[in-house]
């Protein structure tokens, strides 16, 4: 869960890599006309080979700051999320006939430990697919023990078919900002002034919500254009098979309310939180909340149906973590119960299920489907 806490002096990343991203972050800028859309600069400064934020070599996912992170995913909070997730993964791969998984941006590796371990034989092959080299690394160790039956790839074949996982992936897709200023929509970009320091720049622009925001006060909020192309291109390349999203978002019109007008843009590092992306390039995790109806509807313009949508709570609830929580002992039961309180994950996080083939009733939504709200 990335999430603020304190920290006293932890190193992030060496100090090496980060003139070279400076750099490149100029020739950026330069390259655009002295004014980089916010995506891109987002993209750049996670995603750069060898320099972005889950390009290098720091560590980004543990439970406390003493270890060097910056933030927890459930995963690591307990080992409970994974084995409980098995179920609707079961589930779902006997109803789409498939006997693959897919895990996108798996991270430590915890939740495919989980997975692999709680499947057993009904998996023929786990394929994670991971752009970044120091995570497939440590992705890698971590599986060992797995063989062969887990693979790694760096892009999406032409077609696949199984049964497809996210957790915390659609957050960290790069994100065009958005700004209303003096009742007139502009689109935020960066630029580099001549001592070498980032700033905020807007510029008038055609592009809007997908919503009206009502009222004229000023407003600032995310698009989401790359989310919303990964997942239609899910769609043309799932032939049989679900997939299953969870991460912290809102339906549409949660996400796009008059009264949040800050927008959803946040950094963690060193397990605190903060709203200043052009701080630390490359030394920390920015990240936006998923409009849910977005990923939705951008699924069924693939060809995908939504199998069902709810809280993280419900979700797992429904498939038996109180039941596993009772049998564990007392420093288990309380990390599981940050999966499922409300005022923790439980309420924020949302688990989004699509499929290609025919609809069935899937365990996680059987209470508390939200799927009308999208």
């Known amino acids: 869960m990335k999430k603020a806490g304190s920290v006293q002096g932890v190193p992030s990343v060496s100090a090496g890599t980060q003139p070279a991203l400076r750099r490149l972050l100029a020739l950026e800028i330069a390259r655009a006309g002295s004014w980089l859309p916010f995506d891109r600069y987002m993209a750049t400064v996670l995603y750069a080979p060898g320099l972005g934020y889950y390009a290098n070599a720091s560590r980004k996912f543990g439970a406390l700051p003493q270890s060097g992170s910056d933030f927890v995913t459930a995963p690591e909070m307990s080992p409970l999320f994974g084995a409980t997730l098995a179920v609707s993964v079961v589930d779902a791969l006997r109803a789409t006939g498939t006997t693959e998984m897919w895990e996108f941006g798996a991270g430590s590796g915890a939740l495919a430990a989980q997975l692999l371990g709680a499947l057993g034989d009904t998996v023929t092959r786990y394929t994670i697919v991971e752009l970044s080299a120091s995570l497939r690394a440590r992705q890698q160790e971590r599986l060992a023990a797995w063989g062969d039956r887990v693979r790694w790839v760096d892009a999406l074949p032409d077609a696949l078919a199984g049964v497809v996982v996210g957790n915390e992936v659609l957050d960290a897709m790069p994100v065009k900002l958005l700004a209303r200023l003096g009742g007139i929509w502009h689109e935020r970009g960066v630029t580099l002034d001549a001592d070498g320091a980032l700033h905020w720049s807007d510029r008038p622009t055609d592009l809007r919500p997908p919503v009206e925001v009502p009222g004229d006060h000023d407003y600032l909020t995310e698009i989401h254009p790359q989310a919303q192309a990964f997942i239609r291109t899910l769609g043309d390349r799932l032939t049989q098979g679900a997939a299953f999203f969870l991460d912290y978002g809102f339906p549409e019109a949660e996400y796009y309310h008059p009264q949040r007008h800050m927008g959803t843009l946040m950094c963690h590092h060193a397990h605190q939180a903060d709203t200043d992306p052009l701080a630390l ?52 039961r309380t990390a599981a119960l940050r999966l499922v309180n409300e005022h923790e994950m439980g309420e924020l996080f949302k688990v989004l299920a699509l499929h290609k083939g025919p609809f069935w009733d899937a365990p996680g939504f059987r209470a508390g489907d939200r799927t009308h709200t999208l």
């Not at 313009?301 to 039941?323: D, K, M, W």
């Open 281 to 332: 390039p490359g030394q920390k995790d920015i990240t936006a909340h998923v409009d849910f109806t977005g990923i939705a509807v951008a699924a069924q313009e693939a060809g995908l149906a939504v199998l069902g949508y709810t809280s993280q709570a419900r979700f797992l609830l429904n498939t038996g973590i109180a039941e596993r929580m009772a049998a564990a002992d007392l420093p288990a």
